[in-house]
């Protein structure tokens, strides 16, 4: 399994990033999908995620600023973030879950991404 993140960067406060993962090594339709973040002392972050039939879930902190998407042709999990935040400053992760349902939990990582939002 290998998932591999993209698109992060720095931003101003309300401005947008798309973050890209490429999934590879499995059948990347199969499985739930997820974001996670975790900024410098805390602890990580679920902020959405995906199950197989497409079922989203999210963080209240990131509700109507961020979206989560997935384009199983592609292997790819997408999520677009609006409006950022300072406090969306954070390293990014694609996770995939251990089954179809992300309820069963996530099981391996990618290597995470840097987003930074100045005001």
């Known amino acids: 399994v290998q998932l591999v993140e993209s698109g992060g960067g720095s931003v101003q406060s309300g401005g947008s990033l798309r973050l890209s993962c490429a999934a590879s090594?499995?059948?990347?339709?199969?499985?739930?999908m997820g974001w996670f973040r975790q900024a410098p002392g805390k602890d990580r972050e679920s902020i959405e995620t995906?199950?197989?039939?497409?079922?989203?879930g999210y963080a209240d902190s990131v509700k109507g600023r961020f979206t989560i998407s997935r384009d199983n042709a592609k292997n790819m999990l997408y999520l677009q973030m609006n409006s950022l935040k300072p406090e969306d400053t954070a390293m990014y992760y694609c996770?995939?879950?251990?089954?179809?349902?992300?309820?069963?939990?996530?099981?391996?990582w990618g290597q995470g991404t840097q987003v930074t939002v100045s005001s």
């Open positions: 995906i199950n197989r039939y497409g079922g989203t």
């Open positions: 090594g499995y059948t990347y339709s199969n499985y739930c």
């Open positions: 996770a995939r879950g251990r089954g179809a349902y992300c309820v069963q939990g996530f099981g391996d």
